[in-house]
């Protein structure tokens, strides 16, 4: 698991294996980024509102590398704490022993399916905002979830300055 401190000039992650649309590249449904544990919020402490990206603690679920390091690196820029992990095990581990403000979940890791992750996630930590990330298209019955859930859809490829808009959104 990699955390900020950990940046030393090594590569973090080379280890590791009704929808409306907002603007080009993000899509809104209705409700999540990398691992951080860089001075976490007391356990008894729910993640708040407000000026999210600068203060946000956000967990990025993606077996990606690539995806990986360039959302941490664009949210840290932001000022955002950020833990990054490469599967679903790892991410309940995360979220289950630190609250996050925000959760971004890749429908495809090689452990877990994100839709079913996203119902444990929310049941885990139900303040935790989760965006779902995807290459693939949802089908009818995931976007009718997404609705309900109201979890926001980004779409892969996606712009990273979208990313940080759409962070701000979430406060």
């Excluded at 603690?57 to 992990?85: C, F, M, P, W």
Aim: proline content about 5%; overall charge negative; hydrophobic content about 40%.
């Amino acid at each position: 698991m990699w955390t900020e401190s950990d940046d030393a000039g090594i590569d973090p992650l080379s280890d590791r294996r009704d929808i409306f649309r907002v603007d080009a590249g993000v899509e809104y449904f209705m409700n999540t980024i990398t691992e951080t544990s860089i001075d976490c919020i007391g356990s008894d402490e729910l993640p708040g509102t407000g000026d999210i990206l600068g203060m946000a603690k956000i967990l990025l679920v993606d077996d990606e590398n690539l995806i990986l390091y360039s959302l941490s690196t664009t949210l840290r820029h932001g000022g955002s704490e950020v833990t990054a992990v490469a599967n679903g095990r790892d991410a309940l581990s995360e979220i289950s022993r630190l609250p996050y403000h925000i959760c971004f979940l890749d429908v495809n890791l090689p452990d877990a399916n994100g839709y079913d992750l996203m119902r444990t996630i929310q049941q885990v930590s139900p303040a935790t905002r989760i965006i779902m990330m995807s290459a693939v298209d949802p089908n009818e019955e995931q976007l009718r979830y997404l609705h309900k859930s109201a979890c926001p859809f980004l779409p892969k490829p996606f712009d990273l300055e979208k990313v940080s808009s759409l962070v701000n959104d979430l406060s």
